[in-house]
T-cell receptor, first 111, second 112 residues
Framework: QQPVQSPQAVILREGEDAVINCSSS?????VHWYRQKHGEAPVFLMI?????EQKGHEKISASFNEKKQQSSLYLTASQLSYSGTYFC????????????FGEGTQLTVNP | KAGVTQTPRYLIKTRGQQVTLSCSPI?????VSWYQQTPGQGLQFLFE???????NKGNFPGRFSGRQFSNSRSEMNVSTLELGDSALYLC???????????FGPGTRLLVL
């Protein structure tokens, strides 16, 4: 089951904050966040594991609510370089390295 | 450390042909996963290999196959190409579960 991301698109001015949500109908073991710029490969941002361990960026943070089966990515003081499509990929314990990705959130940061 | 590399980067084929794509993971990574990305379907999991064994397979027809070699390099093959196979094929490598997967630049396949 594909996770649901919201919003589908967001436009910001440089310096503004944004939150991207990722919800799953399945019990989650891990949530992986990636950013993809047009014509490029997805770039790893953050991984959140069941139990609260979090690894990733300094300037971007995320939360993982196991009860709600939801993760949120927080982008603070956005920069022009933050523009791109953000994907969450979810994994469960039985699926190996298989990640199921959401449809993506298109983020545009304007000067 | 060198990143994930994929060859070729671009490929044009015609319907009915077959194609082989190659992926070299980050040194030391033993898990390689393949994904297909299209505008309509997004990022979809194809299969995953770990230590030369296919550990997971997505919902794709048998025309899509893969393998992994003892040096962890992986190949995927698509036989009898269809127009709908046009996509960006991405491979990702990781140390182990549930560690971070690092994506390669992808191979953009166009089927005419």
């Amino acid at each position: 089951q594909q996770p649901v991301q919201s919003p589908q698109a967001v436009i910001l001015r440089e310096g503004e904050d944004a939150v991207i949500n990722c919800s799953s109908s399945k019990a989650l073991y891990s949530v992986h966040w990636y950013r993809q710029k047009h014509g490029e490969a997805p770039v790893f941002l953050m991984i959140l594991l069941k139990g609260g361990e979090q690894k990733g960026h300094e300037k971007i943070s995320a939360s993982f609510n196991e009860k709600k089966q939801q993760s949120s990515l927080y982008l603070t003081a956005s920069q022009l370089s933050y523009s791109g499509t953000y994907f969450c990929g979810t994994g469960d314990k039985t699926s190996g390295s298989r990640l199921t990705f959401g449809e993506g959130t298109q983020l545009t940061v304007n000067p | 450390k060198a990143g994930v590399t994929q060859t070729p980067r671009y490929l044009i084929k015609t319907r009915g042909q077959q194609v082989t794509l190659s992926c070299s993971p980050i040194s030391g990574h033993r898990s390689v996963s393949w994904y297909q990305q299209t505008p309509g379907q997004g990022l979809q999991f194809l299969f995953e290999y770990f230590s030369e064994t296919q550990r997971n397979k997505g919902n794709f027809p048998g025309r899509f196959s893969g393998r992994q070699f003892s040096n962890s390099r992986s190949e995927m093959n698509v036989s009898t190409l269809e127009l709908g196979d046009s996509a960006l094929y991405l491979c990702a490598s990781s140390l182990a579960l549930p560690e971070t997967q690092y994506f390669g630049p992808g191979t953009r396949l166009l089927v005419l």
